[in-house]
């Protein structure tokens, strides 16, 4: 029995010794691979530790800014926020940290970690909290040849009488502020103006010959509020919307009056929408659903929309958002599927491609901030942002194509009715300038 409790002895001493050996070597092999900048090495021989169940403050530390030289800034955040917890008194650490989250858009867990920066770290990193985070201003247009398409041809045909309504140019500008009352709470406004140019072509042989051909300037104004908040990684957001849309249409003269005049009838409709929607933020990608409510064209729609964005490589250097939307109502459900995908090119500029596909009438997306209260149906879209950040504002100049679905009538009488089915194509130039307290 005493033989067995000295080997016993001697065995657990080894194991020990053998560990706090490992342990050195660990702590010398990594301190040399670190110091000599060979941040590559320092992270295997870091993870080779790990697995031995080998850990300590320094490695966590330089396993954290070994990952973030080799701007894999999400794990980056895993292994300094791990020696934080251990010392979270060196600024050099806090400083790696911010901006790791920073640079893997965890822009909320920045600014958290900042407010507990003494004066000089936040001057250094340029934290101020301000109450208005940034005001941005976005405006252009798309451009159409639909009006010219359609403004002499004959849409009657042999039979004695047909009209329809053509849309062409839209011009468009949008003004949002963010007002960020802590880093967990901020607030979103929005405002938006649309005009679109409309042609209303009547043409009749019955009881006289007589084409008729009005423009218009309808008018869009939008509001949005949202408000969202941040807690261990879930964002929660709730949003409301209004949509003041006013339009015209014609009346014609009665039958067997044809010098009666054409009228033209202007409406006006007021609509909303209410939207909730939570995410949260995992290593390398984000989830996130909303659930919204609209009366868009008098009509009530139940959007429901799911998305995922992602950071596959640890940075903001290539990322990827792909959603679809759920809409439904007493006319139609649909699906409509969207993509964007960005990469860096160089310095401060990146390259964003974006597309979608689907029925959009009545959807809206981002919380009711991007709403497709259009007359006609869009059945997809594509084009490219190129953005430009700098320190206190970032710009970014967009193209797109869009294609809308539309149709006009002829009649041979009021009640022999027949549709005409048509498609066209938008240009959209538009132009983002952002200024960042």
């Given at each position: 029995?005493?033989?067995l409790?000295?080997?016993?002895?001697?065995?657990?001493?080894?194991?020990?010794?053998?560990?706090?050996?490992?342990?050195?070597?660990?702590?010398?092999?990594?301190?040399?691979a670190?110091?000599?900048?060979d941040?590559?090495?320092?992270?295997?021989?870091?993870n080779e530790?790990?697995?031995?169940?080998?850990?300590?403050?320094?490695?966590?530390?330089r396993?954290?800014?070994?990952?973030?030289?080799?701007?894999?800034?999400?794990?980056?955040v895993?292994h300094?926020?791990?020696?934080?917890?251990?010392?979270?008194?060196?600024?050099v650490?806090?400083?790696?940290l911010?901006?790791?989250?920073?640079?893997?858009?965890?822009?909320?867990?920045?600014?958290?970690?900042?407010?507990?920066?003494?004066?000089?770290?936040?001057?250094?990193?340029?934290?101020?909290?301000?109450?208005?985070?940034?005001?941005?201003?976005?405006?252009?247009?798309?451009?159409?040849?639909?009006?010219?398409?359609?403004?002499?041809?004959?849409?009657?045909?042999?039979?004695?009488?047909?009209?329809g309504t053509?849309?062409?140019?839209v011009?468009?500008?949008?003004?949002?502020l963010?007002?960020?009352?802590?880093?967990?709470?901020?607030?979103?406004?929005g405002?938006?103006?649309?005009?679109?140019?409309?042609?209303?072509?009547?043409?009749?042989?019955?009881?006289?010959?007589?084409?008729?051909?009005?423009?218009?300037?309808?008018n869009?104004?939008?509001?949005?509020?949202?408000?969202?908040?941040?807690l261990?990684d879930?964002?929660?957001?709730?949003?409301?919307?209004?949509?003041?849309?006013?339009?015209?249409?014609?009346?014609?003269?009665?039958?067997f009056?044809?010098?009666?005049?054409?009228?033209?009838?202007?409406?006006?409709?007021?609509?909303?929408?209410?939207?909730?929607?939570?995410g949260?933020?995992?290593?390398?990608?984000?989830?996130?659903?909303?659930l919204?409510?609209?009366?868009l064209?008098?009509t009530?729609?139940?959007?429901?929309?799911?998305?995922?964005?992602?950071?596959?490589?640890?940075?903001?250097?290539?990322?990827?958002?792909?959603?679809?939307?759920?809409?439904?109502?007493?006319?139609?459900?649909?699906?409509?599927?969207?993509?964007?995908?960005?990469?860096?090119?160089?310095?401060?500029?990146?390259?964003?491609g974006?597309?979608?596909?689907?029925?959009?009438?009545?959807?809206?997306?981002?919380?009711?901030?991007?709403?497709?209260?259009?007359?006609?149906?869009?059945?997809?879209?594509?084009?490219?942002?190129?953005?430009?950040f700098?320190?206190?504002?970032?710009?970014?100049?967009?193209?797109?194509?869009q294609?809308?679905?539309?149709?006009?009538e002829?009649?041979?009488n009021?009640?022999?009715?027949?549709?005409?089915?048509?498609k066209?194509?938008?240009?959209?130039?538009?132009?983002?300038?952002?200024?960042?307290?």
């Amino acid at each position: 029995m005493r033989t067995l409790l000295i080997s016993l002895f001697f065995i657990s001493s080894f194991s020990i010794s053998y560990a706090q050996t490992t342990a050195e070597q660990v702590d010398k092999q990594s301190y040399d691979a670190f110091f000599g900048k060979d941040y590559k090495s320092t992270i295997q021989i870091g993870n080779e530790a790990l697995k031995q169940n080998i850990d300590f403050y320094f490695l966590r530390y330089r396993l954290g800014v070994s990952y973030y030289e080799t701007k894999n800034y999400e794990q980056a955040v895993t292994h300094l926020e791990k020696a934080k917890a251990t010392d979270s008194s060196d600024p050099v650490l806090l400083e790696y940290l911010y901006y790791a989250y920073v640079f893997c858009n965890r822009i909320e867990k920045s600014e958290l970690l900042a407010t507990s920066f003494t004066p000089e770290l936040k001057a250094k990193v340029g934290y101020k909290g301000h109450l208005f985070k940034s005001v941005s201003v976005e405006f252009g247009g798309l451009r159409s040849s639909n009006n010219n398409k359609f403004k002499n041809k004959d849409l009657k045909g042999n039979n004695p009488s047909g009209r329809g309504t053509f849309y062409a140019d839209v011009d468009f500008s949008n003004l949002v502020l963010e007002n960020q009352f802590s880093p967990r709470f901020k607030i979103l406004n929005g405002f938006s103006y649309v005009s679109n140019t409309s042609n209303d072509l009547i043409q009749q042989t019955f009881p006289t010959p007589r084409t008729d051909s009005y423009t218009s300037k309808n008018n869009y104004f939008q509001w949005n509020i949202l408000a969202s908040y941040f807690l261990k990684d879930w964002t929660i957001s709730a949003g409301v919307g209004l949509y003041n849309a006013s339009s015209y249409y014609v009346m014609l003269p009665p039958p067997f009056a044809p010098n009666g005049p054409v009228t033209k009838v202007k409406t006006t409709t007021t609509d909303y929408s209410a939207s909730v929607s939570v995410g949260k933020r995992f290593k390398y990608f984000q989830p996130n659903l909303s659930l919204s409510y609209t009366n868009l064209a008098n009509t009530k729609t139940m959007i429901a929309e799911g998305s995922v964005t992602y950071y596959p490589f640890g940075n903001v250097r290539f990322y990827g958002n792909s959603k679809v939307g759920y809409v439904s109502n007493t006319a139609k459900n649909n699906t409509v599927f969207s993509q964007l995908l960005g990469v860096h090119l160089i310095k401060n500029i990146w390259l964003e491609g974006f597309g979608a596909y689907g029925n959009h009438q009545n959807y809206i997306s981002e919380n009711g901030f991007l709403a497709f209260n259009t007359p006609n149906k869009i059945n997809w879209y594509a084009g490219s942002n190129l953005n430009f950040f700098f320190k206190h504002f970032d710009v970014s100049l967009g193209y797109g194509i869009q294609e809308r679905e539309s149709s006009y009538e002829t009649s041979q009488n009021p009640v022999n009715v027949f549709y005409t089915n048509y498609k066209y194509n938008y240009n959209l130039f538009k132009t983002k300038i952002v200024w960042k307290f």
